[in-house]
């Protein structure tokens, strides 16, 4: 949307509809906006398995001593598997430049030696090892949802306005964090030092966009324990695909010191896109 021609249709689209958005916000208490936004998540993590996309991003590294880097761009065609552990990120590209087909050869077979590897073992293991397996990928399930219900915990959500968002009525949220939330994870706990905006699909209530930045400093992990400043910024967009609303960027910007004081500044942005349905009839 950076091109001229571009910004004018979406101007030209705003305009037209800029009637139907004067329409009242919606009178949803937070409680009712909340129950509303959860069933569409959970919804939608069950379907986001479902495609193969492409994934463009840097990784942010520390060093031993401290020293943030930023890592090359790297391109992968992600391959989700339904078995845990076996989605394949297969890189295809770093700073632009595509590797060869005999490292994406050599890379394609040390991926199907892995999976082979993974599979033998699965096949001859006890009930009891199978009880241990299910109960390690229960025992994750049940951190996933504990970090999705500190962040019902933490926030407060207040509509205060429509917008348009790719032509799509939106309903914007602003989060604000309630005092003392009974939180139960580190990613709670890291939750209370933010405030910002939510944007919510006003046909199902998906989650469009996060926007949110941090209030005070934030001490947080990365391998070396560190500190991120006030100011910090979190970015998550999603757009509809489909019937599915999929992760299209997250991006973010920090500025903070790590353990042994280092400073450092980045902003890194990861990118999802060219989705396509995954073919099931292809045996994973």
Not at 215 to 240: C, M, P, Q, Y
Request: charged share 30%; hydrophobic share 40%; proline share 5%.
């Amino acid at each position: 949307m950076k091109q001229a021609a571009a910004f004018a249709i979406l101007t030209m689209v705003w305009c037209a509809a800029a009637g139907a958005l004067q329409a009242p916000v919606p009178a949803i208490g937070g409680a009712e906006l909340s129950r509303r936004v959860r069933a569409a998540v959970r919804l939608d993590y069950q379907v986001q398995s479902g495609f193969t996309y492409v994934e463009r991003r840097r990784d942010v590294r520390i060093s031993k001593l401290g020293k943030v880097t930023i890592g090359p761009l790297r391109t992968f065609q992600v391959i989700p598997s339904p078995i845990s552990g076996q989605t394949y990120k297969r890189l295809i590209a770093v700073d632009g430049k595509p590797l060869s087909p005999e490292e994406l050869a050599r890379r394609d077979a040390e991926h199907a030696r892995d999976v082979a590897a993974a599979k033998a073992p699965r096949e001859r293991e006890t009930p009891a090892e199978r009880g241990e397996r299910q109960a390690r990928a229960a025992s994750e399930q049940r951190q996933r949802d504990a970090i999705m219900d500190d962040a019902f915990k933490t926030f407060d959500a207040t509509i205060e306005r429509r917008e348009l968002v790719d032509g799509l009525p939106v309903l914007v949220a602003r989060m604000t964090p309630r005092k003392d939330p009974p939180v139960t994870t580190r990613e709670g706990r890291w939750m209370t030092h933010f405030e910002g905006y939510l944007w919510i699909a006003e046909s199902d209530y998906q989650v469009v966009r996060i926007d949110m930045q941090a209030t005070s400093d934030v001490t947080i992990g990365w391998g070396v324990v560190g500190r991120i400043h006030k100011g910090s910024r979190v970015l998550f967009v999603r757009r509809r695909f489909e019937n599915a609303w999929l992760p299209a960027e997250t991006t973010y910007e920090a500025t903070g010191r790590t353990l042994i004081f280092r400073p450092f500044q980045f902003k890194v942005t990861t990118t999802y896109s060219d989705y396509k349905r995954r073919d099931k009839s292809v045996a994973d």
